[in-house]
């Protein structure tokens, strides 16, 4: 079973970065696994933001932070990092990472995702 660990959040003025952090519990690799990020506002859905394929690592992002995000993964320190930058408001959410061993490819519907990390809460406020 796999079990993940976000990190990396916290709160930051509009225009500013963090980056967040997912990692599997134990040491366990990533390397060979679809890794999304979905977000998810109070009073909200639950929203993906991007995802990184095994394949060639090829990273997908959502329109809304296209240009500002970037998915990446480590195979030294078996992570994939959400790089976020000139964040805005509307980016304030818990944000957590996914997986599911049955994937190859991205999807964005939340419910193909049967593993995940227990949220990391990012807010952007001035």
């Known amino acids: 079973q796999v079990q993940l660990v976000e990190s990396g959040g916290g709160l930051v003025q509009p225009g500013g970065s963090l980056r967040l952090s997912c990692a599997a519990a134990?040491?366990?690799?990533?390397?060979?696994?679809?890794i999304a990020w979905f977000r998810q506002a109070p009073g909200k859905e639950r929203e993906w933001v991007s995802c990184?394929?095994?394949?060639?690592?090829?990273?997908y992002y959502a329109d809304s932070v296209k240009g500002r995000f970037a998915i990446s993964r480590d195979k030294v320190t078996k992570t994939v990092s959400l790089q976020m930058s000139s964040l805005k408001p509307e980016d304030t959410a818990v944000y957590y990472c996914?997986?599911?061993?049955?994937?190859?490819?991205?999807?964005?519907?939340?419910?193909?995702?049967?593993?995940w990390g227990q949220g990391t809460q990012v807010g952007v406020t001035s």
């Open positions: 996914a997986t599911d061993p049955t994937m190859r490819y991205c999807d964005a519907s939340w419910r193909e995702y049967g593993y």
């Open positions: 990184i394929v095994t394949s060639d690592d090829s990273p």
């Open positions: 134990s040491g366990f690799s990533l390397d060979y696994y679809v």
